[in-house]
C-alpha cells in the first residue's frame, strides 16, 4: 500500500485521479483544515480539470505529471491556510462566478440574503448605489438578475475596484466604478464620469463590521489572508454604519431604500441608528442561522 506523509510529496511516479484526491485529503487533514475533502477535490478539479464526476466513474485514470506537481504546489499553499478561493482566484456567488483575489473579501453565502431581499422588490429600471463595493459580487448579480438597471460601486481600494470591473465587464452589466472614501468617492467622480450618478434609487453595502478587538481571534484564512480594511469596523463594530447611514440620504430619491448587511448581534444598534437619522419602515432580515444579517429601511423625506 501507497504510505504518505504529511508533506508534500515530490516522487515522480503515476498517480491517478483517485490517487490524488486520496493524497490531497490525507495532506490536508493532516495540516487540520477542517474541510479537507471538499478542498482537496476542489482544488484537483481547478489544478487538473478532474470533477466529480472523474473520482466516482474515472478514478483509475492518470493524471499528468505536471498536473500532479501543480496539485502538490496548491495543496501546499492550503495547508499554509491560505483560502481556496484565493489560490483558485475565484468564487460562486448567487449562481455566478467572480473572480477574487486577496484585494478583496471573498463573497460568502450569508451576503446573498442581502441580494435575494432587493430582488424579492421587483424593481427595475433604476439606480444602483454600493458602498464598499470589494469583489462587487452584490452589485453585478444585482444587475444580473435585475432588468435594465445601471448601477455604481464605490471602494476605497483602487486595487478593489479592478476586481470589481472585471467582475462587471465578465457579466456584461452597466455598471462604473469609483475611487474614494465612501460617499466621497461620488463627489470626486462627479455625475459626467462614466454616467455616474449622486442620486440613487437604491444603496447597498456591506462595510466593515467587525470589532477591531475581534480580528485577532478570527479563523486564520480569515485573518491573515482576507484585507484587514474590508474587516475592521473600528471599537465597536459600527463605525461605517454611522457614516453610511449619516450620509446616504443626501445620495437617495424620496423613497429610496437602504440595504446593508450586519453582524449577527447588531441589528439593534443599527436599527436604532437609522431610526434616528429619520428612515422608515426599518426591516431586519435572518439568515439561515437565525441570526440578523441584513437591514433595510426607507428614506421618504
Given at each position: 500500500?501507497?504510505?504518505?506523509?504529511?508533506?508534500?510529496m515530490?516522487?515522480?511516479?503515476?498517480?491517478?485521479?483517485k490517487?490524488?484526491?486520496?493524497?490531497?485529503v490525507e495532506?490536508l487533514?493532516?495540516a487540520?483544515?477542517?474541510?479537507?475533502?471538499?478542498d482537496?477535490?476542489?482544488?484537483?478539479?481547478?489544478?487538473?480539470g478532474?470533477?466529480?464526476n472523474?473520482?466516482?466513474?474515472?478514478?483509475?485514470?492518470e493524471?499528468?505529471?505536471?498536473?500532479?506537481?501543480?496539485?502538490?504546489?496548491a495543496l501546499k499553499?492550503?495547508?499554509e491556510?491560505?483560502?481556496v478561493q484565493?489560490?483558485?482566484?475565484?468564487?460562486?456567488f448567487m449562481?455566478l462566478?467572480?473572480?477574487?483575489s486577496p484585494d478583496?473579501?471573498?463573497?460568502?453565502?450569508d451576503?446573498?440574503?442581502?441580494?435575494e431581499?432587493?430582488l424579492?422588490?421587483?424593481?427595475?429600471?433604476?439606480?444602483?448605489?454600493?458602498?464598499c463595493?470589494?469583489?462587487?459580487?452584490?452589485?453585478?448579480?444585482?444587475?444580473?438578475y435585475?432588468?435594465?438597471?445601471?448601477?455604481?460601486?464605490?471602494?476605497?481600494?483602487?486595487?478593489?475596484?479592478?476586481?470589481?470591473a472585471?467582475?462587471?465587464k465578465?457579466h456584461n452589466v452597466?455598471?462604473?466604478?469609483?475611487?474614494g472614501?465612501l460617499?466621497?468617492?461620488?463627489?470626486?467622480?462627479?455625475?459626467?464620469?462614466?454616467?455616474?450618478?449622486?442620486?440613487?434609487?437604491?444603496?447597498?453595502s456591506?462595510?466593515?463590521?467587525?470589532?477591531?478587538?475581534?480580528i485577532?481571534?478570527?479563523?486564520r484564512?480569515?485573518?491573515?489572508?482576507?484585507p484587514?480594511?474590508?474587516?475592521?469596523?473600528?471599537?465597536?463594530g459600527l463605525?461605517?454604519y454611522?457614516?453610511?447611514?449619516e450620509?446616504?440620504p443626501?445620495?437617495?430619491?424620496?423613497g429610496g431604500r437602504?440595504?446593508m448587511e450586519?453582524?449577527y448581534?447588531?441589528?439593534?444598534?443599527v436599527?436604532?441608528?437609522?431610526?434616528?437619522?429619520?428612515f422608515?419602515d426599518?426591516?431586519?432580515?435572518?439568515?439561515l442561522?437565525?441570526?440578523?444579517?441584513v437591514?433595510?429601511g426607507e428614506?421618504?423625506?
Amino acid at each position: 500500500m501507497r504510505m504518505m506523509n504529511c508533506d508534500i510529496m515530490t516522487d515522480s511516479a503515476v498517480l491517478t485521479k483517485k490517487q490524488c484526491y486520496d493524497e490531497g485529503v490525507e495532506i490536508l487533514t493532516k495540516a487540520g483544515i477542517d474541510e479537507a475533502k471538499s478542498d482537496a477535490r476542489l482544488l484537483l478539479e481547478y489544478i487538473a480539470g478532474v470533477t466529480y464526476n472523474d473520482l466516482c466513474i474515472h478514478q483509475e485514470e492518470e493524471v499528468r505529471q505536471d498536473r500532479v506537481s501543480a496539485y502538490r504546489e496548491a495543496l501546499k499553499r492550503r495547508t499554509e491556510h491560505v483560502p481556496v478561493q484565493y489560490i483558485t482566484g475565484k468564487q460562486e456567488f448567487m449562481g455566478l462566478e467572480f473572480t477574487v483575489s486577496p484585494d478583496v473579501l471573498i463573497p460568502r453565502y450569508d451576503t446573498e440574503i442581502l441580494v435575494e431581499e432587493v430582488l424579492r422588490l421587483g424593481l427595475s429600471g433604476i439606480d444602483i448605489l454600493d458602498v464598499c463595493t470589494g469583489s462587487g459580487c452584490i452589485l453585478i448579480s444585482l444587475l444580473h438578475y435585475m432588468h435594465d438597471c445601471r448601477g455604481t460601486g464605490i471602494d476605497i481600494s483602487d486595487k478593489a475596484l479592478k476586481v470589481a470591473a472585471t467582475n462587471a465587464k465578465k457579466h456584461n452589466v452597466n455598471a462604473g466604478f469609483c475611487e474614494g472614501d465612501l460617499f466621497d468617492a461620488l463627489a470626486k467622480a462627479g455625475e459626467a464620469n462614466n454616467d455616474i450618478k449622486l442620486k440613487y434609487d437604491l444603496i447597498v453595502s456591506n462595510p466593515p463590521y467587525i470589532p477591531t478587538g475581534v480580528i485577532p481571534t478570527l479563523m486564520r484564512e480569515v485573518r491573515d489572508y482576507e484585507p484587514v480594511i474590508a474587516l475592521d469596523g473600528d471599537d465597536d463594530g459600527l463605525k461605517f454604519y454611522r457614516r453610511i447611514v449619516e450620509e446616504a440620504p443626501d445620495h437617495l430619491v424620496r423613497g429610496g431604500r437602504l440595504y446593508m448587511e450586519i453582524g449577527y448581534d447588531q441589528g439593534a444598534a443599527v436599527n436604532l441608528i437609522m431610526e434616528k437619522r429619520g428612515f422608515a419602515d426599518i426591516e431586519i432580515y435572518k439568515d439561515l442561522g437565525g441570526n440578523d444579517r441584513v437591514i433595510c429601511g426607507e428614506w421618504r423625506r
